[in-house]
T-cell receptor, first 115, second 114 residues
Framework: AQKITQTQPGMFVQEKEAVTLDCTYDTSDQSYGLFWYKQPSSGEMIFLIY??????QNATEGRYSLNFQKARKSANLVISASQLGDSAMYFC????????????FGTGTRLQVFP | ETGVTQTPRHLVMGMTNKKSLKCEQH?????MYWYKQSAKKPLELMFV???????ENNSVPSRFSPECPNSSHLFLHLHTLQPEDSALYLC?????????????FGPGTRLTVT
């Protein structure tokens, strides 16, 4: 079974609108971390936001927020006020446990922002 | 500007060649990683180094040989590769292994094996 599922291979959003990118995860660990990365066409993976399993509040970083619903095992990324430069691949990833650095990545969602 | 650099950015090699990928991090981190990103597949962790010691090897074929001479540099030595090894190879670093530290990635090396 997939550990990280991103069901949206592609998404379109108009500039200045908000968009939600879906991510669900599967783990039996109590301690885990969830990450979102952005990968522009240039290739590098850019860290966006992190949510720990014990964090009670949803993480926010500027225009990025993570809608963490623990019971549903979902960690959706919300991008507010989309910009043309937001067009990229977006990857959700999970770290299981606390003393490991193994990140399990989803297959990604390609976001395209149009004027 | 990224704190993790990778060279070369693009590499084409034959199956009998030997080449090396280089990664350098300027962030003062203690952990470094190699990932493989193949088309339409999730990013796969290959190796993890913590303070120059390999701490994880995810069943990677021996034709990939990592080397970490110090905490700032990481190499991936390649020999007798197969066409299916063509992929984007990403290097990353973090403050240390484990915990809630995010990993910072380099721009990757696009490898094509002919």
């Amino acid at each position: 079974a997939q550990k990280i599922t991103q069901t949206q291979p592609g998404m379109f959003v108009q500039e200045k609108e908000a968009v939600t990118l879906d991510c669900t995860y599967d783990t039996s660990d109590q301690s885990y971390g969830l990450f979102w990365y952005k990968q522009p066409s240039s290739g590098e993976m850019i860290f966006l936001i992190y949510q720990g399993s014990y964090d009670e509040q949803n993480a926010t970083e500027g225009r990025y927020s993570l809608n963490f619903q623990k019971a549903r095992k979902s960690a959706n990324l919300v991008i507010s006020a989309s910009q043309l430069g937001d067009s990229a691949m977006y990857f959700c990833a999970m770290r299981e446990g606390h003393n490991t650095d193994k990140l399990i990545f989803g297959t990604g969602t390609r976001l395209q922002v149009f004027p | 500007e990224t704190g993790v650099t990778q060279t070369p950015r693009h590499l084409v090699m034959g199956m009998t060649n030997k080449k090396s990928l280089k990664c350098e991090q300027h962030l003062g981190h203690n952990a470094m990683y190699w990932y493989k990103q193949s088309a339409k597949k999730p990013l796969e962790l290959m190796f993890v180094y913590s303070l120059e010691e390999r701490v994880e090897n995810n069943s990677v074929p021996s034709r990939f040989s990592p080397e970490c001479p110090n905490s700032s540099h990481l190499f991936l030595h390649l020999h007798t590769l197969q066409p299916e090894d063509s992929a984007l190879y990403l290097c990353a670093s973090s403050q240390r292994v484990g915990g809630d530290h995010e990993q910072y990635f380099g721009p990757g090396t696009r490898l094509t094996v002919t």
